[in-house]
C-alpha cells in the first residue's frame, strides 16, 4: 500500500484470535433484511454468540416469514418500514440508542448469508486490541466463491474505491457490508444516508474525520435468494448512480 494514504492499512491474516479478556467490550450486531426468511436462520446460527450482546435484525418491510424467524434465532427483530438499506440500519441504531448500555463496538452484516459471520472475530480484532476504529471486511482481498459479485458490482466497487483514494486519500478494496466500528466513532459520523449510499457514506466520512481503518479479508458466497439490488438492472443502477453522487456530495 502507498505511503502516502497512512489512514487506511489493509491486513492478511489466517484467522485471527482473540486475546484472553478482549471479549469484555460490548458488541452489538445490525443485520437490515428484506424478505431473508430462507437466509436469516443461517446467518444468525453462524454469529459467534460469546462474542456479541444484541443481534439487531432490521425487518426492512419484509412480505415473508423474515421476522418470525429471526426471532426465533434469538435476534431483536426492529420494525423498519421504509424500504431502503440506510433506512435499516438508522432504525437498528436508534433501538441501539435506546438500551440502557451503550456498545462499545456495532458490526454490520447482510442477512443474506453472503457474509461468513462466523468470520466476525477478525473484524473486530484491530478495535478490541485498541489499535483502530473502523474495520472493513473486503471481499476484493479474501477468497470469493465464483459468480458471488456481478461484474457491474465488481467493477462499481473497484470506481468507488479509486474515487475514494483520489479525492479523500484513503485507501479501501471494497465497500463491503460486513463491518465493525467503535460506537462513539459511528454516533460522530452522523449517518444520513437512507438507501443505496449507506456503506459509500460511512467509508467517505471516516475518511474525512480521519478515523484509524483497516481492511481484513474475509469470504464471500452466492447469496441465498435473489439480490434486490444487483440482481436487477434497475437496483444496478440506482445503486450505482447513488453510491457516485454519495462520494461527489461529501467532498
Known amino acids: 500500500m502507498s505511503s502516502a494514504l497512512p489512514f487506511c492499512t ?25 424478505n431473508e426468511e430462507e437466509s436469516i436462520p443461517f446467518v444468525l446460527a453462524d454469529i459467534p454468540k460469546q462474542l456479541v450482546r444484541h443481534v439487531f435484525v432490521c425487518n426492512n418491510a419484509s412480505t415473508d416469514e423474515t421476522a418470525d424467524r429471526a426471532r426465533k434465532g434469538g435476534a431483536i427483530v426492529v420494525d423498519a418500514p421504509t424500504p431502503g438499506y440506510g433506512n435499516a440500519c438508522l432504525q437498528g441504531l436508534a433501538s441501539i440508542a435506546e438500551m440502557e448500555q451503550s456498545p462499545d ?5 447482510d442477512g443474506d448469508y453472503s ?10 480484532e484491530p478495535i478490541l486490541n485498541g489499535t483502530h476504529d473502523l474495520v472493513i471486511g473486503s471481499r476484493a482481498l479474501g477468497p ?3 459468480g458471488a459479485m456481478q461484474p457491474q458490482q465488481i467493477f462499481g466497487n473497484w470506481l468507488a474505491t479509486n474515487l475514494i483514494r483520489l479525492f479523500y486519500r484513503y485507501s479501501f478494496t ?9 460506537y462513539e466513532a459511528l454516533l460522530a459520523l452522523d449517518m444520513r444516508d ?5 456503506t459509500v457514506e460511512m467509508q467517505v466520512k471516516a475518511a474525512k474525520h480521519k478515523l484509524r481503518c ?7 458466497r452466492k447469496r441465498i435468494g435473489v439480490s434486490k439490488v444487483s440482481g436487477t438492472i434497475r437496483g444496478t443502477i440506482l445503486a450505482g448512480h447513488k453510491i457516485l453522487w454519495t462520494i461527489f456530495k461529501l467532498l
Do not use: K, N, S
Open 10 to 34: 489493509q491486513i492478511y491474516p489466517t484467522f485471527a484470535r482473540l486475546e484472553h479478556g478482549l471479549t469484555q467490550m460490548i458488541i452489538d450486531v445490525v443485520i437490515p433484511a428484506y
Open 214 to 220: 483497516m481492511e481484513v479479508p474475509v469470504t464471500y
Open 115 to 124: 457474509d461468513h459471520p462466523e468470520e466476525m472475530p477478525q473484524i473486530v
Open 105 to 109: 463496538i456495532v458490526v454490520f452484516l
Open 144 to 146: 470469493m466463491e465464483a
Open 194 to 198: 437512507r438507501d443505496f449510499g449507506w
Open 174 to 182: 471494497d465497500l463491503g457490508p460486513f463491518r465493525a466500528i467503535r
